[in-house]
């Protein structure tokens, strides 16, 4: 087993298919396949279940996979710093969710910091990829936030990852409305007054067990739903549907996706606790020490 095969094997689970990853890859389909014919060999598994409709991840191969994915983000980390032409620059890096506070911390380290050279990263991602990149140390910080429905399982996670949460501050559930929706001027609406129109929701899933809803009211049984993993195309569905998303009410006039949003107080309480993560007893550079203290700014909540 090497780091190409393990590569391919990601490349193909994404693709869900032979041909499609092989172009990707820059490799014949032929080759791809007896690549990972061999891997699943030498491993004595079954990775993708081949059918007439395409391929399957099975059961077996779920498993490697969550171990594949954390060996090939490993790997990226050693290429970066010392295989890269990056080598010799300074690192850092941040895992997100969807929050502006994020970004500004994250500008805030390049403008006091100001480094000669730099590859600086900030991924705005889903839930899950935050634990595990702070987990992995591909990223040094990670931003996260949980409601009531995904409580439990997330400071589960926290603990068996080796992780450390503060706390920042509470944010009430609203309704984020394009400016021309027919309830833009309401102050406060129920979910049952926007039954009418569909709720973008933020698609957190993956190929782990767990569901980590981002949003407050993510178990409510939402008469229209539309799922997204891309904000600029919920903002979009939003605008041209009279759709409706749910967040913390923290727009910010800065965000040029967000400009054309209105947020509206919900009736129903489900209030988001946003904080961040690092890795227990990990000294921290001073870049991450900075991002920190930045983030601490707007600290609300005792820990």
């Known amino acids: 087993m090497n780091i190409t095969q393990i590569k391919y094997v990601l490349e193909v689970a994404r693709s869900s298919s032979i041909r499609e990853a092989a172009t990707k890859l820059f490799i014949s389909q032929p080759a791809l396949s007896a690549s990972i014919k061999e891997l699943e060999e ?21 498993e490697f996979l969550n171990y594949a994915k954390k060996a090939a983000a490993q790997y990226e980390i050693l290429e970066d710093r010392y295989l890269s032409r990056d080598r ?11 929050y502006n506070i994020a970004i500004r ?24 990829e935050v634990l595990e990149d702070v987990r992995s140390l591909k990223s040094e910080v990670g931003i996260i936030s949980f409601s009531g429905a995904s409580e439990k399982i997330i400071k589960k996670l926290i603990r068996e990852y080796g ?33 009418d129109y569909p709720c973008i929701l933020f698609d957190q899933s993956d190929d782990s067990n767990f569901y980590l809803p981002e949003e407050a009211m993510a ?18 569905l939003i605008a041209e549907l009279h759709g409706y998303s749910i967040g913390s009410g923290m727009l910010s006039g800065d965000d040029a996706l967000l400009q054309g949003l209105v947020s509206i107080k919900l009736k129903e309480e489900d209030p988001l606790i946003i904080g961040y993560i690092v890795r227990k007893g990990s000294a921290m550079s001073a870049y991450g020490e900075i991002y920190v203290e930045e983030l601490l700014k707007f600290k609300e909540l005792e820990d």
């Open 42 to 62: 030498e491993l004595g598994i079954l990775i993708f279940e081949r059918t007439n409709k395409g391929i399957t991840v099975t059961d077996s191969g779920r």
């Open 88 to 98: 010799g620059k300074e690192h850092f890096s941040v895992s997100a969710q969807h």
């Open 105 to 128: 911390a994250f500008s805030e380290v390049i403008r006091r910091s100001d480094p000669e050279k730099y590859v600086f990263s900030i991924h705005e991602t889903k839930t899950m």
């Open 163 to 195: 992780l450390e949460f503060t706390p920042l501050m509470q944010r009430e559930t609203y309704a984020y409305v394009w400016k021309g929706h027919p309830f833009a001027e309401r102050t406060e609406i129920s979910i049952e007054e926007l039954s």
């Open 219 to 236: 178990d409510y049984d939402f008469k229209k739903l539309i799922k997204s993993d891309d904000r600029a195309t919920t903002m979009e």
